[in-house]
């Protein structure tokens, strides 16, 4: 079996789902459901007691093989974001966090000096470290030699669609990296999670694509179906690309030649 | 009376009460919530003992949708 490898954790499903931007709880259970994803991330939120409905963990809790990879979403210095996490792991019971720390809601870029250094305490802590951040290939190998599980540069903007606009990028980390690749944020199509997937990602995030798409539930499928496609490429090895033409065909010897 | 800090706003309490007198009163069974008091977590087990005291910055957070 071909199984995502994070710290002693292995999945079989190469698509991780988020939860925000659904129309309602019950959408995003059934797009969960359908993705088959096995690793769910969730936001930290205050308490509202007008807002009952905005706790998802008994329901996500209900679900079978589900691991929550809660985020430090809000946070912006790595001081915040460690703090966030061990609230997060104190509710979740899980040693996976997706650091992620954007000061500028403008653009939600991550910054990188406040992840490195969150992901350093945290990784030290024991927790299974999956930071969020451009496609920098210094940066990432940094991280991967401060123990985190992965890492996860943006394909686009987080929530944009514009999907792998980062590609040359994404294609130095995947080559450099010696921990699994997923990008995160930026796809729209099940094609572009193809496409990662064909490049050698471990696995790809996605958010928006799904939660926003007409009817969740089959766009979650068509990710999945995707992702498992695209990894299959990627095993089976893709054919070299040639400036020219190679013929599939004999062009010899053809009816009515005369050599 | 004493007046904590809960997420941000302003909350009465008798005096004496704990951390699970404050989840009653807020109508949470406590089970899918995090605490923290003056930046300390407070663990499900402790929150029976945990006395709450005046001017204490008390946030009660929960898991909601996220990318």
């Known amino acids: ?259 | 009376m004493i007046t904590i800090e809960l997420n941000g706003k302003q909350q009465t309490l008798p005096p004496g009460a704990a951390v699970t007198d404050l989840l009653s009163i807020i109508g949470s069974d406590g089970n899918t919530v995090a605490i923290v008091v003056n930046e300390s977590i407070i663990r499900p087990d402790k929150r029976s003992t945990h006395l709450l005291k005046d001017a204490d910055r008390v946030e009660i957070l929960v898991f909601a949708g996220g990318g």
Do not use: W
């Not at chain 1, 259970?29 to 994803?37: F, I, Q, R, Y």
């Not at chain 1, 130095?172 to 010696?178: D, H």
């Not at chain 1, 690749?181 to 990602?201: F, N, T, W």
């Not at chain 1, 179906?225 to 070299?240: H, I, Y």
């Open chain 1, 1 to 259: 079996m071909d199984f995502l490898q994070l710290g002693s954790y292995t999945f079989s499903s190469r698509l991780i789902l988020g939860t925000g931007k659904f129309s309602s709880s019950t959408v995003m259970l059934e797009a969960v459901k359908a993705s088959g994803a096995q690793l769910v991330t969730v936001a930290l939120r205050r308490f509202n007691r007008e807002q009952l409905a905005d706790d998802l963990f008994s329901p996500l809790k209900a679900l079978p093989e589900i691991t929550l990879m809660p985020n430090t979403s809000g946070a912006s210095t790595a001081a915040e974001a460690v703090r966030a996490a061990h609230i997060a792991r104190e509710l979740s019971g899980s040693p996976f966090i997706k650091v992620e720390i954007h000061p500028n809601p403008q653009h939600l870029m991550p910054d990188p000096i406040e992840t490195y250094e969150a992901c350093r305490i945290l990784a030290k802590e024991g927790f299974l470290v999956m930071p969020y951040i451009a496609a920098d290939p210094v940066l990432a190998k940094r991280l991967e030699e401060v123990g985190c599980a992965s890492v996860m540069p943006l394909g686009s903007a987080i929530g944009s669609g514009q999907g792998l606009a980062t590609a040359e990028m994404l294609n130095i980390i995947i080559r450099e990296s010696n921990i699994p690749v997923i990008v995160d944020a930026g796809l729209r199509s099940p094609s572009e999670a193809a496409l990662a997937m064909e490049m050698g990602c471990g696995a790809v995030l996605v958010n928006s694509a799904v939660a926003v798409s007409e009817h969740p539930p089959e766009m979650a499928e068509a990710f999945a179906e995707a992702v498992a496609a695209g990894r299959k490429a990627f095993k089976a090895g893709l054919m070299p690309k040639s400036s020219s033409a190679i013929a599939t065909s004999p062009l010899t010897a053809f009816l009515g030649a005369n050599a």
